[in-house]
């Protein structure tokens, strides 16, 4: 407090209040002095007095100086200022309490409103953010949310839409850098020139792709660096024009990308040129593209989707394409056709890459908000404590002539200053918050590396504190009686509190108890979320298992082969030959890889061709293609449910097998026997697959996520040397799995070491536990979890202050009455069961009222929770009687001080 004085006094001194102060009162004391003079030499003996009544008394003649300046409010407003940190500072308990209980609420506020202007309420940052469109195509029977768009669908809707300026596609993955002699693996992003124009960027140096330069058979080696790439990894130094290492080829840095600049929240750090392949425009069942438009002006979203409906309806006979099962046939179909309509569908890109993120946010601002209220109902709670202890100070400053006005002022002045204090410190609370959470979570939101506590939000939050302390600080005033001030005075008590002020204080702690359990409550909910999805059966067996990914160059003799998807013979011999040295090493138990990393793998589809349908889908198309070495099975401890797994004679077998999951079986060929059966992706013409067993469902997605139809594929029987119509998402990236039996740290040098003997360019990337990758994919309900549960542990703590200080005040107030009543026979035991009894009776109050309200509330976190019920009975039984524990705690110190009184001192001191 006496740094805060210090501070305000030096204001005050630089803006000049005091210096005219000193000297307003050195002239008047000259005056004086001068009246002092001429009465002496008049010969009057009594020449001091009479000169102070001929030039008035100094403070009532300064302050009438101070009536006549420009700006009387400033100077009274520094008086109050400086009163009022007197006061706060004659009270270091209640001051230190009132600016905590604030700060606690403002920071918290301040944090997650960080989250939200960060996240939320940030445009996007490309040149009129709102006219940019993500486009993906689905089918009402696939059960899919969103899937990307083939190449033909892409170049179609180039031709055809008139509601964009441009359309532009891409994809993303990841690639290797050379630099400074050593390997890094970055996000990579490959596009065309139109999403570059659709974006609207501009290079920081250099320049973007061509039209030219994409879109084309074999796109030249181009790339254009991101700035933290290039700070990071090349110093800044001068590199457009020069070549670099990227995924094993030298290729051209044509410029640099302006700071910040990624890509749907993807961290991209290298863009490279996309091209297509003879065979991909005509390969229309290849969903491989993600799209981004840009409206004309003028044309909003609602217009933008009503042209695309009539895109639709007439799509097959623009492009003269009779709908059919084929890869040939598949076209976009309007809903009008049936339960299987294929479309392709527009969403605001900002909303695109929130998702259900939004949700989560609002339901933590939301808590927050709780949180504020109940620190706000703690503050008015002790303001009118204070004012009750007050009522004397009130009353003779009533006397001496100060209005109802001056009384406000005053108070109110100290609840700004306590509203100030708590906004600074809860701003400091924020920014540790802020940057402990994007440390501890770096990839549970969307856009969670632009959140910052900037000036804006700094600002907002010191307003938010202010109005609190403006607002709660009226409520000591609003019931004090500027006509009992002789009523007061005579009194030799401090204060006595009315029933309406009783009242006031009984229900703010009553609405701090129904706040506390509705923000209790929910935490409760997500914790078992967060406890079900730990329990989940993700369909494989991740102890003791551990990973890391691997992408191997491209030679340019392979280059084509690679694009297109069917792994090159020579690269798949490389991989096997590291897996056999994984397996060689101590302590590792089985080794494995696969295309997609379980929990990590984005839902998809793939169309395909099957044999014995028996499902209503008229184009199958399957959730997920996942090629994989020998031993996956064994290695992952994924059960075989029915017929087998791969074994070493497949690798060399003419006729190519795979293995199929248990949603994929039972949805195409239900009521047979699914091994024998055959199947093919779209486009593979010459080729089937043959169904030798079917395994357990394993959770690709996510924990939360649901099973979608699997084929496993051996990528060791499938490798070649010529090129198939066979295009799928290239599988030059691998994920290595091995079950050991040592841990991560003893085994990860010779893991880098095993690597190097194959490629010393090449760097491990993300070595991991799977444990690691399972608590990653539970990430955003897990922070949702620990937030409200540290927001519910304040709130439980704020509520039960609030229940001790209304019976500790009871107590106080009443000493007199239960001294009488100790000294007509009432026991201890009486007098502390029913101070206890007064404290519950506000709590159950709150209770139920807090009950009542969650159960409707929570109906807003159905969409957050897994495996539980927004009314579920455990949770409420169990934070009910938690609130109950802790608020009886809070009840029996004030209940025990109670019955420890001394009637005989209490009758004495009254």
């Known amino acids: 407090m006496r740094t805060i004085r210090e501070w305000i006094d030096r204001l005050l001194g630089t803006l000049g209040f005091r210096r005219r102060d000193f000297d307003l009162e050195s002239e008047l004391r000259a005056h004086l002095e001068l009246a002092a003079e001429d009465a002496r030499r008049r010969g009057d003996s009594d020449a001091v007095r009479r000169a102070r009544l001929h030039v008035g008394g100094l403070t009532q003649a300064m302050d009438a100086a101070r009536d006549q300046r420009g700006l009387p409010w400033l100077d009274d407003l520094a008086r109050d200022v400086r009163h009022g940190l007197r006061g706060l500072r004659r009270s270091p308990v209640f001051a230190s309490v009132a600016i905590l209980t604030l700060s606690l609420g403002i920071g918290a506020n301040t944090a997650i409103f960080s989250i939200v202007n960060g996240v939320l309420l940030r445009p996007l940052a490309y040149p009129s953010p709102a006219q940019l469109v993500y486009l993906d195509t689905g089918s009402r029977g696939d059960g899919l949310s969103s899937f990307p768009a083939s190449v033909a669908e892409y170049l179609e809707f180039q031709q055809f839409n008139r509601s964009f300026a441009e359309v532009g596609a891409f994809r993303t993955g990841e690639t290797n850098l050379a630099a400074a002699g050593r390997a890094v693996r970055v996000r990579s992003a490959i596009v065309d020139a139109h999403l570059l124009r659709t974006l609207g960027v501009q290079p920081a140096l250099g320049r973007l792709f061509t039209n030219d330069e994409t879109g084309v058979l074999t796109p030249p080696p181009l790339a254009l660096l991101s700035y933290e790439v290039w700070r990071s990894t090349f110093g800044e130094q001068p590199i ?37 392949t003879a065979e991909e425009p005509r390969a229309r069942n290849n969903h491989t593209l993600s799209l981004i438009g840009r409206l004309r002006e003028g044309i909003t979203i609602d217009a933008a989707r009503s042209e695309l409906k009539a895109l639709t309806e007439t799509w097959a006979a623009r492009i003269s394409i009779t709908p059919g099962p084929d890869h040939a046939g598949h076209v976009f179909l309007p809903a009008s056709t049936g339960r299987f309509a294929h479309s392709l569908r527009m969403t605001p890109l900002a909303d695109q890459i929130l998702g259900r993120a939004s949700q989560s946010i609002w339901v933590l601002q939301a808590a927050v908000g709780l949180l504020l209220l109940i620190a706000c109902a703690n503050l008015a709670n002790l303001l009118l404590a204070r004012a009750e202890t007050r009522q004397h100070e009130f009353a003779v400053l009533t006397a001496l002539g100060a209005g109802r006005g001056r009384l406000v002022r005053k108070v109110m002045t100290e609840s700004v200053i306590i509203a100030a204090g708590g906004g600074a410190l809860g701003v400091v609370f924020a920014r540790l918050a802020v940057a402990a959470l994007v440390r501890s979570f770096p990839s549970s939101l969307p856009r969670i590396s632009e959140v910052a506590v900037d000036p804006g939000v700094m600002t907002t939050s010191i307003l938010v504190a202010v109005v609190c302390g403006l607002l709660f600080g009226l409520a000591p005033v609003v019931r004090t009686r500027t006509n009992a001030t002789t009523e007061t005075l005579a009194s030799s008590r401090r204060g006595s509190a009315g029933t309406t002020r009783y009242r006031l204080r009984r229900a703010l702690v009553t609405l701090e108890t129904a706040l506390a359990v509705i923000v209790i409550i929910g935490a409760g909910l997500l914790l078992r979320t967060v406890h079900n999805l730990k329990t989940v059966d993700a369909g494989f067996d991740r102890s003791r298992l551990m990973t890391f990914s691997i992408t191997l160059p491209v030679s340019e003799k392979n280059l084509r082969t690679a694009r297109i998807g069917v792994p090159d013979k020579e690269r798949t011999i490389t991989y096997q030959r590291l897996i056999d040295q994984l397996r060689g090493l101590p302590g590792v138990v089985a080794a494995t890889a696969m295309t997609g990393l379980p929990l990590e793998s984005p839902l998809t589809s793939y169309q395909s061709e099957i044999s014995n349908n028996t499902s209503e889908e008229p184009i199958p198309a399957f959730n997920f293609y996942q090629r994989v070495m020998s031993g996956y099975f064994d290695t992952m401890g994924i059960p075989i449910v029915q017929g087998r797994g791969f074994e070493p004679a497949d690798e060399a077998s003419d006729g190519w097998v795979t293995v199929v999951n248990e949603a994929l079986a039972n949805k195409y060929w239900k009521g047979l026997n699914p091994i024998g059966q055959r199947l093919r992706p779209g486009g593979l013409k010459d080729r089937w697959f043959t169904v030798i067993g079917v395994a357990k469902d394993v959770k690709q997605s996510g924990v939360d996520q649901r099973s979608g139809t699997e084929a496993y594929v051996l990528a060791n029987q499938i490798a070649t040397d010529t090129p198939t119509t066979w295009v799928a998402l290239s599988p030059t990236t691998l994920n290595v799995v091995m079950r050991t039996t040592l841990p991560l740290a003893t085994l990860a040098p010779a893991i880098t070491r095993a690597v190097r003997s194959i490629d010393t360019s090449v760097p491990v990337a993300r070595l991991r536990e799977m444990d690691e990758v399972f608590t990653e994919s539970i990430q955003r309900p897990r922070l949702l979890a620990h937030l409200l549960s540290a927001f519910s542990a304040l709130a439980l703590a704020l ?29 201890r035991a009486r007098v502390l069961r029913e101070v206890v009894a007064e404290g519950f009776r506000l709590t159950a109050a709150g209770i139920v009222a807090g009950s009542a309200s969650a159960l409707f509330l929570n109906q807003l976190l159905a969409s957050l929770l897994f495996g539980v019920r927004p009314s579920d009975a455990a949770t409420f039984a169990t934070a009910i009687p938690g609130i109950a524990l802790v608020a009886l705690i809070a009840c029996l110190l004030p209940a025990w001080r109670a019955s420890r009184l001394d009637p005989n001192a209490v009758l004495r001191a009254e």
Request: aromatic share 6%; charged share 20%.
């Open 240 to 276: 457009v024009g020069r070549s670099i290492d990227v995924g094993g080829r030298r290729v051209q840095v044509v410029g640099i990308m302006p700071p910040g600049m990624d890509l749907m929240d993807t961290h991209t750090e290298i863009w490279l040129p996309l091209g297509f």
């Open 799 to 827: 509520a039960a202050i609030g229940v001790y200080g209304v019976l500790a005040y009871m107590v106080a107030e009443r000493r007199r009455e239960i001294g009488v009543r100790m000294a007509l026979g009432a026991g």
